[in-house]
């Protein structure tokens, strides 16, 4: 007598009995997406040149959106890949049919490049070349808009609150992208599944064939059993066959986690001029620096200090949204900015404890008696206690009094630097110039 067997579905839930072949359904959320794969490595390899297209791209972006992903295009030359195909080799001679211009012997002339070949851009050299478009996310955008950056001259005073996020392996997990993929585990994991859904197939399928080779060996055996046996046989085995090799659950891949690293706690002060000299394009551009210097902060440490400091005539600390967006102006004093930022140290920031930093944005126009004055202030009262300080000076016109006072501070100073801002092309540049990553 066939014993009872358990009723067994494919993994897309139908019966393999009145199925003729099992239904593959990808869940891949990027399936279509060919390309993902290879994502992060095609991102290493032409790094150089997304790097490039990404800092030619940002002085075209507003203040509320450079914090975005971006659509990247890069010469398609600098992605070409060698190839090699087949060839006869040797010097070969020959007339081709349908020939009517040329005989055996003769020599033809280097056809001119008109630059009319289908999918090239029109070009009055003669020469073209498509660009290889694509788009990266936020996180990649940021990764190669700070790479290679960091604050100067970091160094660990109290192991408190700031810390650096460093990415580690973290085990596995049943979600994540192709390029994590951990091929051993996954076909662990389906190597598995199929000996737990064939066991119960195999065994029954192996009582069938003992029972029927009983059958087979009676003499005058029931011929009607012995074929329903053998078609219940073949079931079994079809059942047996149509078991996934790997399914989408199968899938194990390698988890990574950022890991915070303490390093030395550390604050930015922002000092920006708001003066009547200070038109609107310049005011926007010192916003863009400043936008860039929280992005680097923000994405590179975590919980450091940021200070905002406004000044005309008078300085005035603010919080984040005053700072970008206040409309209020006047006459000229950096000074004040100056003093703010050496009384805020000596109430709020022991230098014993805090890495301090400060980035300076003006136009360099100031009241010709207090140019000293900052001179003064930095050299003697600031500089001593700071790690950093960057000035930038935004104009168009000719250096202004506060840059030749500054400039006597470069020499007998290594933790100062300044740089120049004409446009918005300028920014980015001047940006990495200030925080390269500096070489040991």
């Not at 009241?367 to 206690?385: F, G, H, M, R, T």
């Amino acid at each position: 007598m066939v014993s009872a067997r358990p009723k067994i579905f494919l993994s897309n839930g139908s019966d393999p009995e009145k199925t003729d072949m099992a239904q593959l359904i990808d869940r891949r959320p990027n399936a279509k997406n060919k390309s993902t794969v290879n994502r992060q490595r095609f991102l290493r390899r032409y790094k150089k040149q997304i790097k490039k297209a990404i800092s030619e791209q940002i002085s075209e972006r507003s203040i509320t959106n450079i914090d975005g992903g971006e659509s990247v295009s890069i010469p398609t030359r600098d992605i070409s890949e060698p190839t090699f195909r087949n060839d006869k080799g040797g010097v070969r001679e020959g007339v081709y049919p349908g020939n009517k211009e040329f005989a055996q012997g003769d020599k033809i002339k280097r056809p001119l490049n008109q630059g009319q070949e289908k999918g090239r851009r029109a070009s009055d050299s003669g020469e073209g070349e498509d660009e290889f478009a694509f788009e990266i996310s936020k996180d990649e955008y940021l990764d190669m808009l700070f790479d290679d950056l960091e604050l100067p001259n970091l160094k660990k005073n109290q192991l408190r609150k700031m810390t650096k996020s460093k990415t580690v392996r973290a085990g596995f997990t049943n979600d994540g992208v192709p390029t994590n993929i951990n091929i051993v585990r996954s076909l662990r994991s389906a190597l598995s599944r199929r000996v737990a859904m064939g066991a119960e197939p195999r065994r029954v399928l192996h009582e069938l064939e003992a029972e029927l080779e009983v059958l087979e060996q009676e003499v005058g055996g029931d011929e009607t059993k012995r074929l329903a046996l053998q078609e219940e046989i073949e079931v079994l085995r079809g059942r047996i066959r149509r078991i996934p090799f790997i399914d989408t659950f199968d899938l194990r891949f390698n988890n990574f986690v950022q890991r915070p690293e303490p390093t030395s706690q550390a604050v930015m002060f922002c000092l920006m001029d708001v003066s009547g000299s200070m038109d609107q394009e310049t005011k926007d551009i010192a916003k863009r620096f400043y936008i860039l210097l929280y992005l680097f902060l923000t994405r590179s440490y975590r919980d450091v200090d940021v200070v905002y400091i406004r000044h005309h005539t008078q300085a005035k600390e603010v919080d984040e949204e005053e700072f970008f967006y206040s409309r209020e102006t006047g006459g000229t004093i950096v000074s004040s900015a100056l003093e703010m930022t050496r009384d805020i140290i000596a109430q709020r920031y022991p230098p014993t404890d805090w890495n301090i930093y400060a980035a300076q944005a003006s136009d360099g126009d100031n009241w010709n008696d207090d140019s000293p004055v900052c001179e003064q202030i930095l050299a003697k009262q600031l500089l001593p206690q700071l790690r950093y300080f960057a000035y930038v000076e935004i104009t168009k016109r000719d250096h202004q009094g506060l840059w030749d006072h500054y400039s006597r501070l470069l020499e007998s100073n290594d933790n100062f630097a300044m740089q120049h801002i004409r446009q918005y092309e300028d920014i980015y540049p001047v940006f990495r110039e200030f925080f390269r990553k500096q070489t040991q």
